[in-house]
């Protein structure tokens, strides 16, 4: 969030405050609350797209492309089930995957959605210069009209993520225009798109899946704190509203408060100082790089302290970048918040406070390092403080600062960075923990390193099936004997899971929401077809 | 006749010189200052979206808007295409810089010709009342709201505005410029102007404070002057008094003002519109600067040095019709 909507969020919160203070006690809220019986929504879920609605250059990798469909979509369960396409085959190697299409999909003009189109978008979506990673697909042809082969340079199981987040735009009817006038076969069609405004939408009577509730929605472009002050004027349905509101009541509306594994946690530099990066940036840290410290930061940091105190209770701990997600593995939760454990870590490591100066060392280095952070980021600057007031009584200082990002790109190698991650892709654990995304942009920035670590998730970036895969990741985490997680290496000290708060019209039910991912707005209407009004 | 031609002629060729060097310099500077700024246009292309996306395609995204080309090729690239009348393309939203603008700039338009107006006259109309009865409660209490508005923040009216009318009230929507779910050919111009009302209320509010305050000084100044008291001692008095010895003497400083405040509007308007989410050239300028849109931000930092500049120069011809004395001095 910038400097200028985070002062304005203060100021009006401050005026909002005075007014309550001040009681202005007629209670003279607008009675014209947005529950209209209607078939009609009005949200203000999160910023504009303003770069359009064309999914070949990124729209609906979060939440529903509304306007297209995918090949594939993700249940409750996060399993894969069917949706433009019937099923899927991957070859031995894993580098072949066979997609058969539906043959009654149709585009709101009418036209079918074929094995051309597919392989339009992918080859569209590859070129376009844009946020669509696929630079691991070699070819991607039509084999009949309802079946399309990708062949990929490399095995990759999570390749379904990204068949599952492209829409599929029509061959026929794409041009330059595309992203302002999108076509497609999804759930609805766009009506109107007033620039900075406004976008509406109605239901696509051509759609193949079930017809949703809800046959015209209106989405508003306001910021958070104009979102709140809609929800207070009852001229919105649902507003996305950032978690330190969360304790403002509004009449008629209720408060949804959505888990997810948008995470913060501590990323220690791994190795011991000594080496450069290409650029010439310091490499590692000798203090962080002692296996003892790294465990004790974890095991003293009191997590729910810190839903508590900073997020308001509106987050859960967190102990991997993938928490309650199906490649999670359960055996990372420990138990934390615990003093006396992360004592016994440090003196086992070694680490003796012997000058008495509160602080541990071991062979004439302090037990101390610096903690940075994205300035600017309250949240991130909040959790940074508070867990190095958590750790000091256990004989470790650290010392936290922000930073702008590109400051922060030259030091991460060698200092411990607050970073926040959370996809619904495995594909993520594999840039954070892999050798091979050492020092590449801001993945593996602190170059840890485990081959056993590595093995497994080549073996679950080459798994034929999801579920296999799904095995090798958790192995990832933890085997047994070895694993990124606190029980193995401990490379991450991962703190919480931010929930993401929206206020909700009291009428309206949204129906089963997964885990969201990074990024608070959009994700919520990735079941749009399900919601609808409450029985009364 | 000729001469005067010819004067005017030479004037304009000065101020045209001057508008070209004003220009390169402010593309220059905002360019360096752009390509200096910490942020880093791939991430910001990028935004929420950075765990998704490989080190490949950061490099083929730089590739594709050629940003890591040395600024200075990127500024010739630039100025070459905009001499040639392209803006370029810009990147958040994909579609040509003066098409975007342009789009902007109407709401804009609206907005701060609504709220220069208003303040303008009302500036004017605060500023003679409060000379006329200075030292009395009418004086009192436009000076005293004069000097609140003018050490408030724009924003901060803006926010107040917002909760009492929109959210406490009811009476005016919280933002936008058009209705919600409503299809462009079905809304009004009354629909319009009913969004148009709190961001031009604050706009002009914030807009009245130096015009009055500059206004009233001016006044009291002519009526202190030899010639009103030689007025008075005729017998004229109260308003007939000030449209017969004062009125031309204060639309000067008023008419400057009003003209060169251009700047403060726009500096205004992009506050009011940021409080409203009303979707201007102010937004934009935003939008565009956090995200490192630089053809974006450089056209709309031209098109708002073009819209100043063009303010000063009506303010420069209008002193030297209501004045004659400007005329004389030669200095063109």
């Known amino acids: ?536 | 006749m000729k001469l005067n031609l010819m004067v005017y002629g030479k004037w304009f060729g000065m101020k045209l010189i001057r508008l070209c060097t004003l220009l390169l310099a402010l593309s220059i500077v905002t360019f360096g200052l752009m390509s200096l700024s910490p942020i880093d246009p791939v991430q910001a292309y990028i935004g929420a979206d950075a765990m998704r996306v490989s080190s490949e395609q950061r490099q083929a995204i730089a590739d594709y808007w050629g940003l890591d080309d040395p600024p200075h090729v990127r500024y010739l690239h630039w100025a070459s295409a905009m001499l040639q009348g392209d803006m370029g393309t810009s990147m958040l939203y994909r579609e040509p810089v003066a098409d975007v603008i342009g789009e902007r700039f109407l709401h804009s338009a609206a907005l701060m010709a609504v709220a220069w107006l208003a303040s303008g006259v009302i500036g004017l109309a605060f500023g003679i009342v409060a000379a006329a009865n200075k030292g009395r409660w009418p004086d009192r209490i436009i000076t005293w709201y004069c000097y609140t508005i003018a050490s408030t923040p724009a924003y901060w009216v803006g926010l107040v505005m917002l909760v009492v009318f929109a959210v406490w009230l009811g009476w005016f929507p919280v933002g936008l410029a058009v209705p919600a779910g409503v299809m462009a050919s079905d809304v009004t111009l009354l629909d319009r102007i009913y969004h148009l009302v709190l961001p031009a209320l604050t706009l002009s509010m914030v807009g009245i404070a130096p015009i009055a305050l500059h206004t009233r000084e001016k006044l009291l100044s002519v009526l202190s002057s030899d010639y009103v008291l030689y007025a008075r001692a005729r017998g004229e008095k109260g308003y007939t008094l000030i449209r017969q010895h004062g009125l031309r003497n204060i639309l000067l400083p008023a008419v400057t003002l009003q003209f060169t405040s251009f700047s403060e509007l726009f500096g205004g308007a992009v506050l009011a519109e940021q409080v409203f989410s009303y979707p201007g050239l102010g937004q934009a300028t935003v939008e565009a600067g956090l995200g490192g849109d630089v053809p974006l931000l450089l056209g709309i930092v031209l098109c708002s040095a073009l819209f100043v500049f063009i303010g000063n120069l009506i303010a420069d011809l209008l002193y030297r019709l209501i004045d004659p004395r400007m005329r004389k001095g030669g200095e063109w």
């Not at chain 1, 094995?115 to 009949?144: P, W, Y």
């Not at chain 1, 910021?223 to 207070?232: K, N």
């Not at chain 1, 296996?291 to 105190?309: F, H, M, S, T, Y």
């Not at chain 1, 420990?334 to 992360?342: F, K, N, Q, T, V």
């Open chain 1, 1 to 536: 969030m910038s400097n200028l909507s985070k002062q304005l969020v203060l100021i009006l919160a401050m005026v909002i405050g005075m007014a309550v203070i001040a009681g202005c006690g007629s209670r003279t809220e607008p009675g014209q609350s947005a529950s209209r019986n209607t078939d009609e929504l009005i949200l203000a879920i999160g910023s504009e797209p303003t770069d359009g609605f064309d999914p070949t250059t990124g729209w609906g990798r979060y939440g529903s492309p509304l306007f297209q469909s995918t090949l594939f979509k993700r249940d409750h369960e996060m399993n894969v089930v069917p949706d433009a396409a019937k099923d899927y085959r991957i070859s031995e190697d894993g580098r072949q995957w066979t997609v058969e299409l539906r043959d009654d999909v149709r585009f709101s003009d009418g036209e079918p959605l074929t094995a051309e189109d597919v392989v339009f978008s992918f080859e569209t979506a590859a070129s376009s210069g844009s946020t669509i990673d696929l630079s691991n697909l070699e070819d991607v042809r039509v084999l009949d009209d309802w079946t399309v082969q990708f062949t990929l340079k490399e095995p990759q199981s999570t390749f379904i993520s990204i068949l599952i987040s492209t829409g599929i735009v029509p061959k026929h009817a794409y041009g330059p225009n595309y992203a302002q006038e999108p076509l497609g076969s999804g759930p609805y069609r766009l009506v109107q798109w007033d620039r900075g405004q406004q976008l509406i939408v109605e239901a696509n009577p051509e759609y193949y899946g079930q017809q949703p509730y809800f046959r015209k929605l209106t989405f508003l472009f306001l910021s958070e704190d104009a979102a709140l002050a809609a929800a207070r004027a009852g001229q919105v349905d649902i507003a996305a509203i950032p978690a330190a509101y969360a304790d403002q009541s509004v009449k008629s509306m209720r408060l949804a408060a959505v888990k997810t594994v948008d995470n913060r946690g501590i990323m220690f530099p791994y190795v011991p100082s000594g080496s450069m990066t290409e650029e010439g940036y310091p490499i590692g840290n000798d203090v962080t790089s002692d296996i003892a410290i790294r465990r004790a930061v974890n095991v003293a940091i009191d997590r729910e302290a810190l839903v508590d105190g900073i997020l308001e209770g509106y987050g859960t701990p967190a102990y991997t970048v993938n928490d309650g997600l199906p490649w999670w593995n359960e055996e990372t939760v420990i138990s934390d918040g615990d003093a006396e454990e992360a004592r016994r870590i440090l003196t086992e490591g070694g680490w003796a406070d012997a000058d008495g100066d509160g602080i541990a060392e071991k062979d004439g280095l302090n037990a101390s390092f610096t903690l940075l952070y994205p300035a600017g980021d309250v949240t991130r600057q909040s959790l940074a403080l508070t867990v190095a007031d958590m750790v000091r009584p256990v004989g470790i200082d650290i010392h936290v600062e922000g930073k702008s990002w590109d400051e922060l790109r030259k030091l991460m190698h060698s200092n411990a960075v607050l970073f926040g991650w959370g996809s619904h892709d495995p594909l993520e654990m594999y840039y954070l923990y892999s050798s091979r995304y050492q020092g590449v942009d801001l993945f593996n920035a602190g170059y840890y390193s485990n081959p056993v670590v590595d093995q497994w998730m080549e073996k679950a970036m080459h798994a034929t099936s999801e579920e296999v895969a799904w095995d090798y990741w958790r192995k990832a985490q933890w085997d047994g004997q070895t694993g990124l997680s606190f029980k193995g290496d401990a490379a991450w000290a991962w703190l919480v899971n931010i929930d993401h708060v929206y206020l909700i019209n009291e009428q309206l039910d949204i129906g089963n929401q997964r885990i969201h991912p990074h990024g608070h707005g959009w994700p919520i209407t990735d079941n749009i077809e399900e919601w609808r009004w409450l029985e009364p």
